[in-house]
């Protein structure tokens, strides 16, 4: 039986992300949301640790993340303190 979670996921060559989402490049900041609104995912493209604040209030530091990840996190910020990734925000597709 198919793993129902990861099957439907389809990666595109031109983004390498799943083709349900659409992705922005994140600029990790301590004072400012990501530009776009909450993501619902984020897709990791650099290796090490990730500083987000979480929908609910929550502040979380994601540690030893590895590219090619994507994390079906709600995010509002990635802050630059103890970030030492890099990742892009992923929306649901045709919300861009």
């Given at each position: 039986?198919?793993?129902k979670?990861?099957?439907?996921q389809?990666?595109t060559?031109?983004?390498?992300?799943?083709?349900?989402y659409?992705?922005?490049?994140?600029?990790?900041?301590?004072?400012?949301d990501l530009?776009?609104?909450?993501?619902?995912a984020?897709r990791?493209?650099?290796?090490g640790?990730?500083?987000?604040?979480?929908g609910?209030g929550?502040?979380?530091?994601?540690?030893?993340?590895?590219?090619?990840?994507?994390?079906?996190?709600?995010?509002?910020?990635?802050?630059?303190t103890?970030?030492?990734?890099?990742?892009?925000a992923?929306y649901?597709?045709?919300t861009l």
């Amino acid at each position: 039986m198919p793993n129902k979670l990861f099957a439907s996921q389809r990666y595109t060559a031109a983004t390498d992300y799943p083709a349900e989402y659409q992705g922005r490049p994140v600029t990790p900041n301590d004072s400012a949301d990501l530009p776009d609104g909450p993501c619902v995912a984020l897709r990791i493209t650099g290796s090490g640790n990730i500083n987000v604040d979480l929908g609910g209030g929550a502040t979380a530091v994601l540690t030893n993340v590895v590219a090619g990840q994507t994390l079906r996190l709600q995010v509002f910020r990635v802050r630059a303190t103890s970030t030492t990734g890099s990742c892009a925000a992923l929306y649901p597709a045709g919300t861009l």
